[in-house]
């Protein structure tokens, strides 16, 4: 069973930065991509960022420039650094892990921007 534990929200100024992590039940390298996703109050979940196994990232068109993901295969953990946050990056960000030894996802961390 994938377990996944994000961790590092809470509430920021506009502008402002978080770092959010996800630790992993296993090697990071067990699975095929891992990925941050966030779902702001009355919206769909929404993909913000992925890596790959094999180092290859990926952005929405919202955070580029702004966020970046990162992981530290030693500690089995997945990072998404957060800068010049604004009002629109509230939201509840999950962490997702895929591969073949199953799929799952984080029960989340809230992240607020206040104005």
């Known amino acids: 069973q994938v377990q996944l534990v994000e961790s590092g929200g809470g509430l920021v100024q506009a502008g402002g930065s978080l770092r959010l992590s996800c630790a992993t039940s296993?090697?990071?390298?067990?699975?095929?991509?891992m990925a941050w996703y966030r779902q702001a109050p009355g919206k769909q979940r929404e993909p913000v960022a992925h890596i790959t196994r094999e180092g290859t990232t990926s952005y929405a068109d919202s955070v580029k420039g702004r966020f970046t993901i990162s992981r530290d295969n030693a500690k089995s953990t997945v990072y998404l650094q957060m800068n010049n946050l604004n009002a629109e990056d509230t939201a509840v960000y999950y962490c997702?892990?895929?591969?073949?030894?199953?799929?799952?996802w984080g029960q989340g961390t809230r992240v607020t921007v206040s104005s």
């Open positions: 296993g090697s990071i390298f067990s699975f095929n991509l």
């Open positions: 997702s892990a895929r591969g073949p030894v199953g799929n799952g």
